[in-house]
């Protein structure tokens, strides 16, 4: 079965840090890109991060730079997302994607809640 499970949501206070991690099982990573997206209440998903499938190739939400890093370890079959100096409109829940087009999976996201 496939499946993406994301951890390492939670509250946390402006400008803190949290790292979110997602857990792929039922298939392995290596052939796919892997990317973080978040729904903040009252918004449109919008894209965090992307990583290349061998991990040579990142790209982020304009926002997101400077402060959030993408990372995978295709062995373990995971993905990270280390979020720095986040802000209360950071405040989203984030999914983590597998895709190789035409296929793409989501895992069923986590909390994350910046706030003081």
């Known amino acids: 079965q496939v499946q993406l499970v994301e951890s390492g949501g939670g509250l946390v206070q402006p400008g803190g840090s949290l790292t979110l991690s997602c857990a792929a099982s039922?298939?392995?990573?290596?052939?796919?890109?892997m990317s973080w997206y978040r729904r903040a209440p009252g918004k449109e998903r919008e894209l965090v991060a992307v990583?290349?499938?061998?991990?040579?190739?990142?790209n982020y939400g304009d926002s997101m730079k400077g402060r959030f890093t993408i990372s995978r370890d295709n062995a373990k079959n995971t993905v990270s997302l280390q979020m720095n100096s986040l802000k209360p409109e950071d405040t989203a829940v984030y999914f983590c994607?597998?895709?190789?087009?035409?296929?793409?999976?989501w895992g069923q996201g986590t909390q994350v809640t910046v706030s003081s």
């Open positions: 994607k597998a895709e190789r087009r035409p296929t793409g999976y």
């Open positions: 039922g298939f392995s990573i290596s052939n796919y890109a």
């Open positions: 990583i290349s499938s061998a991990g040579g190739s990142t």
